[in-house]
């Protein structure tokens, strides 16, 4: 088992869902939720103020329990800092 950031992980699965023989049939919405997704890793996507769009954890989950479930196992840490 190997612990990945949020964009290994998106970049694992995206190439992942790409290799599928399926992905070709997958109709043009849901792949074009792949294609926003990606452009949110990049950062290439920008919101009302102009700022970067980003990928978050949440998607990215719900993205690999859906296309490619048992291939991830999520794990959100907490921690807990004194301030001095």
């Known amino acids: 088992m ?7 992980a998106w970049d694992d699965l995206y190439a992942y869902i790409q290799a599928q023989d399926w992905w070709a049939t997958l109709p043009k ?8 997704a990606e452009a949110d890793r990049r950062g290439t996507r ?11 954890i949440q998607r990215l989950r719900a993205l690999a329990e859906k296309y490619a ?16």
Request: no cysteine.
């Open 29 to 36: 919405a849901e792949r074009q939720i792949f294609y926003t």
């Open 69 to 84: 479930p048992g291939r991830y196992r999520f794990q959100v840490e907490e921690s807990v800092y004194l301030n001095d």
């Open 46 to 56: 920008k919101d009302r103020k102009g700022e970067p769009r980003r990928l978050g």
């Open 2 to 8: 190997k612990k990945l950031t949020t964009e290994q």
